[in-house]
């Protein structure tokens, strides 16, 4: 059964800038630029897209916002969070073009794992896979929250290797990580993908990044590439003209 938005614990939020509504917990973990980021860094060439861990759908509904030929699989593994993935899908008429599945990632095309997304049927495969070790952070107390934001040792190959799955042959997989995972993100990518482009994301122009955003090619061999970073904002504090443009104005990133 769909959640409420009259309920208390629920909000209804826009964002870039106005053209996609979402309703999410007012508590919790809630959308931000990771998922907008992510949405905006993927080809516009893909019409067969999979969200991995959606969440209320922000990352895969953006993008659809973005790339009207498109349609998209919504994979969540909490069902409260899969009925607002729906509630929002129809919220912003996009119910024709989504199917939300409420589903263990790690389950993805296996003889034993839900029929849709099928095996091999997917061009894009969206991803932002949670990203603290739980043996080196506490874990949140809100289920939520640590869902969203904790994994073990193994978790991100295990993501990697759902999105193998999913996509068809030269099907395109992006996603976004902080950069200390630099490391493990390549070992999981070696030998299922190639062509690999990272972008950072720096908050300022003077600071280190705190995002990488990641695509590669399923079956490719080229060698990795570093594109020039986003910076969000310049030094006094203000949106720069390219994050507007990305996070307000609903524009894609760096199209190859």
């Not at 897209?49 to 909490?78: H, K, N, W, Y």
């Not at 972008?199 to 079956?219: F, I, M, N, T, Y």
């Amino acid at each position: 059964m769909a959640l409420d938005a009259a309920t208390p614990s629920i909000t209804t939020d826009s964002v870039l800038g106005g053209s996609l509504t979402l309703r999410q917990p007012k508590a919790g973990h809630r959308v931000g630029h990771d998922a907008l980021l992510l949405a905006a860094f993927a080809p516009a060439d893909r019409r067969r897209m999979v969200d991995l861990g959606t969440g209320v759908g922000s990352c895969g509904l953006a993008f659809l916002t973005r790339v009207p030929q498109a349609s998209g699989v919504l994979v969540e593994i909490a069902p409260e969070l899969a009925d607002l993935a729906r509630d929002n899908a129809a919220l912003n008429d996009l119910s024709a073009r989504v199917e939300v599945v409420t589903a263990d990632v790690t389950r993805l095309g296996r003889l034993s794992g839900p029929d849709v997304p099928q095996a091999g049927a997917a061009d894009l495969v969206l991803t932002n896979p949670p990203f603290n070790d739980t043996a080196q952070h506490r874990v949140s107390p809100d289920a939520a929250r640590a869902r969203a934001h904790m994994a073990d040792g193994t978790l991100l190959e295990e993501w990697v290797r759902a999105a193998d799955r999913c996509l068809a042959a030269r099907g395109v997989i992006c996603l976004i990580h902080r950069p200390q995972a630099l490391a493990d993100l390549l070992a999981a990518l070696d030998g299922r993908f190639g062509a690999v482009e990272i972008l950072p994301v720096h908050p300022r122009p003077d600071r280190p990044a705190v995002r990488l955003l990641v695509r590669a090619v399923k079956g490719r061999r080229t060698p990795p590439a570093l594109l020039p970073g986003l910076i969000l904002t310049d030094a006094d504090g203000n949106p720069t003209a390219a994050a507007d443009a990305v996070l307000r104005q609903g524009g894609g990133l760096v199209q190859t």
